[in-house]
């Protein structure tokens, strides 16, 4: 199993681009998270989706819209890429039942200038 | 929502040392407490964790500890090495309206160990 996988590791983008950060988990994960990682700030969670086909806010949506493709895959979108988006983000999933460990994708690490 | 804060934000322990982090949470509601460490540049990964029908939970030399009364808990690391200095974030977790409850996460505190 190669377990939780991203793409791109980095990006660099200028302030009004786009693009779609890609996130994928083998093994059979019915929840997924993405999250943004600042210095000093901890871990915030930007969107989740408990199950294929749905999707719910975090606690830093803005700016930011996801897609839950199919059970293996959970996308996040940047429509239009500002400073304040620079950051490390991760993407995370949970076993289907009996646990809430969340196993951690390696990070993308964006900057936008 | 749920707030987690951790005390102190840096802690410097001499090698073969204890260390110990202290998190607070807000909501008397959650009922899964994970420790995680994250090495320079890498993924958090998971150390332990305890749920809150638990009050004390060990893995070798790591231990964590809860008060729900209080609503702390605390990761106890003894004999610490160097390859214990890293990042270590506690997060807190109560129930959703999704299959899963998320995660809300304290900001981190740097462990560095000192030969």
């Known amino acids: 199993n190669a377990g939780v996988t991203q793409t791109p590791k980095f990006q660099v983008l200028k302030t009004g681009q786009s693009m779609t950060l890609q996130c994928a988990q083998d093994?059979?994960?019915?929840?997924m998270y993405w999250y943004r990682q600042d210095p000093g700030m901890g871990l915030r969670l930007i969107y989740y989706?408990?199950?294929?086909?749905?999707?719910d806010k975090g606690e830093v949506p803005n700016g930011y819209n996801v897609s839950r493709l199919n059970k293996r895959e959970f996308s996040l979108r940047l429509e239009s890429a500002a400073p304040s988006q620079t950051s490390v983000y991760f993407c995370a999933s949970i076993p289907p039942r009996g646990t809430d460990t969340q196993y951690f994708g390696p990070g993308t690490r964006l900057t936008v200038l | 929502g749920e707030n987690v804060e951790q005390h102190p934000s840096t802690l410097s322990v001499q090698e073969g040392d204890s260390a110990v982090i202290k998190c607070t949470y807000s909501d008397s509601a959650s009922n899964y407490f994970p420790w995680y460490k994250q090495e320079l540049g890498k993924r958090p990964q998971l150390i332990i964790d305890i749920r809150s029908n638990v009050g004390e939970k060990k893995d070798q030399r790591i231990a964590v500890t809860l008060n729900k009364t209080a609503k702390h808990f605390s990761l106890h690391i003894t004999e610490t090495q160097p390859e214990d200095s890293a990042v270590y974030f506690c997060a807190a977790s109560y129930p959703g309206t999704g299959a899963n409850s998320k995660l809300t996460f304290g900001k981190g505190i740097t462990l560095s160990v000192r030969p």
């Open positions: 989706s408990a199950s294929e086909g749905t999707t």
């Open positions: 093994m059979n994960h019915n929840s």
